[in-house]
């Protein structure tokens, strides 16, 4: 397991989410309506897990088997969640935190937007994106890493703005 911590913001995130979102995109061809940097790391000055959330919004989320081939071919493990069916979810690297997590979501659905909404409202708001690097800094402390749901509360109430 990674040291935990959080990494300080890295320029070059930005472009290991450019040479993934290639991956994905050859790998899911026609079904992409749109792939969009999602999570701490789309946010320039915040510090975060080095996960690189990526964003697809597909038309359906029946991915075909050869979608799922090609996308274990570039190097994404799908993750099944029952409790997360407005997804589908990939992920690279064999620990936590990983490599990368890719939401296959509804293009313009509701969590589609949500993912966008977000990321806009900390990229504009440089004491909300504080905030949530301090509550990020504060779940550490239990002695494990977050994750998405942990963070919960304050994604519902900047939703809810």
Not at 40 to 55: E, N, R, Y
């Amino acid at each position: 397991m990674a040291e935990l911590a959080l990494a300080q913001y890295d320029s070059a995130w930005a472009e290991r989410y450019r040479a993934e979102a290639a991956l994905i995109g050859d790998a899911l061809g026609e079904s992409v309506r749109e792939i969009e940097h999602v999570g701490s790391t789309a946010v320039p000055g915040l510090a975060g897990k080095p996960t690189i959330d990526i964003a697809v919004g597909v038309d359906s989320l029946d991915l075909r088997p050869d979608h799922k081939e090609r996308l274990a071919d570039a190097g994404f493990t799908f993750q099944p969640d029952e409790d997360r069916p407005w997804e589908r979810r990939f992920v690279k690297g064999e620990q936590f935190p990983r490599d990368v997590i890719v939401h296959v979501v509804a293009w313009n659905g509701p969590k589609w937007r949500e993912l966008i909404r977000f990321r806009e409202a900390l990229r504009a708001d440089p004491d909300l994106a504080a905030e949530y690097e301090e509550l990020k800094r504060t779940l550490l402390e239990r002695g494990h890493w977050y994750r998405g749901a942990d963070k919960g509360d304050l994604i519902e109430r900047v939703l809810a703005e």
